[in-house]
Nanobody
Framework: QVHLVESGGGLVQAGGSLRLSCAAS????????MGWFRQAPGVEREFVAA????????RYADSVKGRFTISRDNAKNTVYLQLNSLKPEDTAVYYC?????????????????WGQGTQVTVSS
């Protein structure tokens, strides 16, 4: 069992930056691929970014490529999402997810554990 807790969300103006963190419990964090998803009201949960268990491989949604960066620190059981050049359409609840496999995945159904989410609001 893995318990995930996100932090770092907030209100920011367009063009600004935020850094989201996701702290994981357990001693097997380094075996899990990790992902970030987001969900805006009335919209299905969508993929944002994912990183392999070692951190050597990552993938991004086209809408965030070049603006967001996913990283992880296995010694701290934490995965990060750096959000730069934020746009109002990035406004959503951002969720961290863990997958019991080492390789990245981009659909929510491939993830086994989820955090409660952190709100990101970008004002224009």
């Amino acid at each position: 069992q893995v318990h995930l807790v996100e932090s770092g969300g907030g209100l920011v103006q367009a063009g600004g930056s935020l850094r989201l963190s996701c702290a994981a419990s357990g001693r097997t964090f380094s075996r899990y691929a990790m992902g970030w998803f987001r969900q805006a009201p009335g919209v299905e949960r969508e993929f944002v970014a994912a990183i392999s268990s070692s951190g050597g491989s990552s993938r991004y949604a086209d809408s965030v490529k070049g603006r967001f960066t996913i990283s992880r620190d296995n010694a701290k059981n934490t995965v990060y999402l750096q959000l730069n050049s934020l746009k109002p359409e990035d406004t959503a609840v951002y969720y961290c997810a863990a997958r019991q496999l080492r390789i990245v995945a981009i659909t929510p159904y491939e993830y086994d554990y989820w955090g409660q989410g952190t709100q990101v609001t970008v004002s224009s």
